[in-house]
Every structure is written in C-alpha cells, then in structure tokens.
C-alpha cells in the first residue's frame, strides 16, 4: 500500500497534519520517499475552497482525503506530503481543487522511488499544453438513447453509459474504451431525464444523480466504477445541478421542471434532506439549469433556463450568501427575451474572470456575456457564428490545450457543432468529424492531461480526442 505521512503547510511551518492508511505512520523509516508538493495559483478560498489528495497504485488500497483549503486545516497552498512506497506499483498521485463543492481543475503525475524525490501538483488556472493539431474520434460504442457522465474516482475516468435499460462503466486504456469490471449495478429508472456528478460524501470519488421526472437516486460511487443506488427525497422534475448553495462546502441538490423547483441540501455525508422555500419565486416553465458564482460575491447562483410548452426568458437567482436563492430581480441580471432553452451552461468564455452563460435550445444558441457584476448583455450577434438550428445541449472546455475554451452544441439527428475560442471573446467554427448527438459531456478520459469530447447519439457513444 501507499503510505502517506504527513502534510506541512509552508505557510504557516508549525502546522503539521498525519495521514495514515490502514494505522501506518511512518518517519524515517525508509530511504525511499516522495515529497509532494501540491500549489495554485488561485485565490484561496476565494476562487479555491477545497482539496483532495488521492494516491492509488495497482494492487494496493488507495490512499484519498479532502480537505477544507482557508481554514484552520489547510489554510494555504502550496503544502507538501510525504508519500512512502508500498506494496502496489505503478503509482500515482491527484490532487483535485473545488469551488462551491464542485472540480475545477485536476493535476496528477506518476510517482517513482528511488531515494528521495519531489514532484509537484499544480492546480493552475492554465497550462499550456503541447498544440493539438485535430480533434479526431478515438473510440467508438454502440449504445441506444444513452444518457451519459464522467465520474473520477481512484486516479481514473469511469464514463458512465444508461441505456433504458442497462448500465455500462467503461475507461480508457489510452486508445479504446473498454468495460470496467464492477459487479451488479443499479436498474435503471424508467424515464431517465437528466444525469448530474459530484463528490457529495466527501471521499474523492464522484457520485452520480440519476433525475427521472417523478422521482431522483443517488448512485454512490466506491471510485472503481461501482455504483450503489439510494432513493432521494421528493421528485425529480426533469433538470438538475450540483454545487455548494449554502456554503458548507459540500455539494447540494437543485432540481427543476415546469413550475417547480427544489433544493436539496446535502450534510456532507451525501444525506440529502429538502429545504423548504430555498428557491423563489418559482419558474413558469423550467427546462434546464446550471450554477455557478455569476455575480462574483462567493456564493453560488442559479440560472434556469424555460420554454417548454412557449418560448419564455431564463430566470436568474442570487443567492443571498444564506443558501437562499432569489429570482425577483431576475430582469436586472438576465434579458427578457423569450426563448425555447434545452441547456444552461455557465463558463468562463472571454477569459475576463466571470462567468458567462450560453443558453441553446430551439432555434439556436445564446451566449449572454457578464459585466462583472451579474448583469448579462446578449453578444450573440457578435460573438458566435449565426444559427438558427434546434440545439438539445452545450458543453465548454479547453480541448486542444491552448487555454481558450470549446463550445459544443449538440442537435438530435444532425452533426456536432465545435466552437473554439479566439482569444478575443468570440467563438469560431471549428473542424469535427461529424457526429449526431443529443448529449455530450467534456473531460479527460484516459489521464493524458488534455480534456476529450464525449457525444451520445441515437445509436453510438463516441470519443473525440485531440492528436
């Protein structure tokens, strides 16, 4: 196994903080170790609140901890480990930062002892990656209508592929997608509407949401693909995100569709319990839903897109820093337009350090830019390619490792679109191989350092990665 033996703070020297797996403590006592180091270069715990630290080999029982970053337990990065050799081999270390319960960027690197070494984990804003020259398919499965989602867990991807009936983990061995041996998995609900991951008990292993428009599970994750499902309180409705609204630091639950919208709060252990008159007023009809800290105050908020039945606007919700979420001023942050919306995406995507918000669904998209304080103007016209297709999802990420983001728009029964950034705040057209696909995910798949595309069609899942 992994031994970790101890974290020091460089900050502030005299706080030491031990580390045991399986009750081994250990100084000194082996002339091999690696001393890791683990820096941001974010703010703490302004844009930076929480840390897992996750050391796994093969063969051996792995070693993940998350901490609270600001606090007395680690107040400041960089902070350094100890990690001495055990029984596993080929080791690797991760460390993963969070925002308001959710990642926000990931390092990892391969450890090897021999005396004592250091290595480093850098959860920056930006690396640099070698130019990716195209973005081509890697690997491609047969799956009918599938839902699907990333989750992380022991130093790798599992992608998660629900079929109406079937449920297949699959990861990487760096050229194909193959199955990932777990055991007996959940049934699947029927009617599965919306998929949605986060960390949400606190052991560096990401858990999914399943949302049906009756009723929503947690699928537990043991961080090697096996899924253990639970029942969650009340209904489903249909769209779902996760991220910390109250500011406990773990991931909480909202879940929307129609004229309703709830709130489940999480205590940390992934319990989730329903807080009453958390959202409001309520939409007229909710389609899709994203979080993120649109006005910049350290609390996150809500957009719900609408448009169902009619074209209607997209309401926004600040949150008030008490885990309460208000949409009565929704006109001063969002336009009134009416629209036909099927996804919500929050990301930074001029590069200004805010977030912006790209609205697509019926008729095309929208990508509404932020002033800084909350407030969006529609730059659409000037910003993204016109377009009047019907979208079914938008996903954004940096794919080809030039720190600008990708923007992919999804339309059931028609190819792909890809849109890359500029550096000037607009998106231009980029080349992909065409592909249907009415859901998509982005993340990195086979641990190369470099986020893939994943696309969900009528009939194939399909892995796009850069060469």
Same mark, same amino acid.
């Given at each position: 196994?992994?031994?970790?033996?101890?974290?020091?703070?460089?900050?502030?020297? !005299?706080?030491?903080?031990?580390?045991?797996?399986?009750?081994?403590?250990?100084?000194?006592?082996?002339?091999?170790?690696?001393?890791?180091?683990?820096?941001?270069?974010?703010?703490?715990?302004?844009?930076?609140?929480?840390?897992?630290?996750?050391?796994?080999?093969?063969?051996?029982? =792995?070693?993940?901890?998350?901490?609270?970053?600001?606090?007395?337990?680690?107040?400041?990065?960089?902070?350094?480990?100890?990690?001495?050799?055990?029984?596993?081999?080929?080791?690797?270390?991760?460390?993963?930062?969070?925002?308001?319960?959710?990642?926000?960027?990931?390092a990892r690197t391969a450890l090897s002892f021999?005396?004592?070494?250091?290595?480093?984990?850098?959860?920056?804003?930006?690396?640099?990656? =070698?130019?990716?020259? !195209?973005?081509?398919?890697?690997?491609?499965?047969?799956?009918?209508?599938?839902?699907?989602?990333?989750?992380?867990?022991?130093?790798?991807?599992?992608?998660?592929?629900?079929?109406?009936?079937?449920?297949?983990?699959?990861?990487?061995?760096?050229?194909?997608?193959?199955?990932?041996?777990?055991?007996?998995?959940?049934?699947?609900?029927?009617?599965?509407?919306?998929?949605?991951?986060?960390?949400?008990?606190?052991?560096?292993?990401?858990?999914?949401?399943?949302? !049906?428009?009756?009723?929503?599970?947690?699928?537990?994750?043991?961080?090697?693909?096996?899924?253990?499902?639970?029942?969650?309180?009340?209904?489903?409705?249909?769209?779902?995100?996760?991220?910390?609204?109250?500011?406990d630091g773990d991931a909480d639950l909202v879940?929307?569709?129609?004229?309703?919208?709830?709130?489940?709060?999480?205590?940390?252990?992934?319990?989730?319990?329903?807080?009453?008159?958390a959202v409001t007023p309520a939409p007229t009809?909710?389609?899709?839903?994203?979080?993120?800290?649109?006005?910049?105050?350290?609390?996150?908020?809500?957009?719900?897109?609408?448009?169902?039945?009619?074209?209607?606007?997209?309401?926004?919700?600040?949150?008030?820093?008490?885990?309460?979420?208000?949409?009565?001023?929704?006109?001063?942050?969002?336009?009134?337009?009416?629209?036909? !919306?099927?996804?919500?995406?929050?990301?930074?995507?001029?590069?200004?350090?805010?977030?912006?918000?790209?609205?697509?669904?019926?008729?095309?998209?929208?990508?509404?830019?932020?002033?800084?304080?909350?407030?969006?103007?529609?730059?659409?016209?000037?910003?993204?390619?016109?377009?009047?297709?019907?979208?079914?999802?938008?996903?954004?990420?940096?794919?080809?490792?030039?720190?600008? =983001?990708?923007?992919?728009?999804?339309?059931?029964?028609?190819?792909?679109?890809?849109?890359?950034?500029?550096?000037?705040?607009?998106?231009?057209?980029?080349?992909?191989?065409?592909?249907?696909?009415?859901?998509?995910?982005?993340?990195?798949?086979?641990?190369?350092?470099?986020?893939?595309?994943?696309?969900?069609?009528?009939?194939?899942?399909?892995?796009?990665?850069?060469?």
């Amino acid at each position: 196994m992994i031994n970790i033996a101890s974290v020091r703070n460089w900050s502030k020297s !005299t706080a030491v903080f031990f580390l045991l797996v399986a009750g081994v403590l250990c100084f000194g006592c082996d002339d091999d170790a690696v001393v890791l180091e683990i820096r941001t270069d974010l703010t703490i715990p302004g844009q930076l609140d929480g840390l897992c630290i996750e050391v796994s080999a093969r063969g051996a029982t =792995p070693f993940a901890r998350r901490y609270v970053l600001g606090g007395t337990e680690v107040p400041a990065l960089p902070a350094t480990l100890t990690v001495l050799p055990g029984a596993g081999s080929a080791p690797v270390a991760t460390a993963r930062g969070y925002r308001d319960g959710r990642e926000v960027l990931r390092a990892r690197t391969a450890l090897s002892f021999a005396g004592v070494s250091h290595a480093a984990l850098g959860l920056l804003r930006c690396v640099a990656a =070698p130019a990716v020259a !195209t973005l081509a398919v890697r690997d491609e499965v047969s799956a009918t209508g599938a839902h699907i989602e990333v989750l992380f867990g022991r130093g790798r991807a599992h992608l998660v592929v629900l079929e109406a009936s079937a449920v297949r983990v699959l990861v990487s061995d760096g050229a194909v997608l193959m199955p990932e041996v777990t055991g007996a998995a959940p049934t699947v609900p029927a009617g599965v509407r919306a998929l949605a991951a986060a960390d949400v008990d606190g052991d560096c292993d990401d858990d999914l949401v399943v949302v !049906t428009d009756s009723a929503a599970e947690l699928w537990r994750h043991d961080g090697r693909g096996g899924l253990t499902a639970e029942p969650l309180p009340g209904a489903g409705l249909g769209a779902a995100a996760l991220g910390d609204v109250d500011g406990d630091g773990d991931a909480d639950l909202v879940l929307a569709g129609g004229a309703r919208v709830r709130l489940l709060v999480n205590d940390g252990a992934g319990r989730f319990s329903e807080a009453a008159a958390a959202v409001t007023p309520a939409p007229t009809d909710a389609t899709a839903v994203d979080l993120g800290d649109f006005t910049g105050d350290g609390a996150i908020d809500l957009i719900i897109g609408q448009g169902s039945a009619a074209p209607a606007p997209a309401r926004a919700y600040a949150n008030d820093g008490a885990g309460h979420l208000g949409g009565a001023a929704s006109a001063a942050y969002l336009p009134e337009t009416p629209l036909s !919306t099927r996804a919500v995406t929050l990301a930074d995507l001029d590069g200004d350090g805010d977030l912006d918000a790209v609205l697509a669904g019926l008729g095309g998209a929208h990508l509404y830019v932020n002033r800084g304080s909350g407030r969006f103007d529609d730059r659409s016209f000037e910003r993204l390619p016109a377009s009047t297709d019907d979208l079914a999802a938008a996903v954004t990420g940096d794919l080809d490792g030039d720190c600008l =983001p990708e923007l992919a728009l999804t339309r059931s029964g028609a190819a792909t679109s890809l849109l890359t950034g500029t550096g000037t705040g607009a998106l231009a057209p980029a080349t992909l191989a065409p592909r249907e696909s009415s859901r998509a995910r982005i993340a990195d798949l086979d641990g190369d350092g470099l986020r893939d595309l994943i696309l969900a069609g009528a009939t194939t899942v399909t892995w796009v990665a850069g060469r």
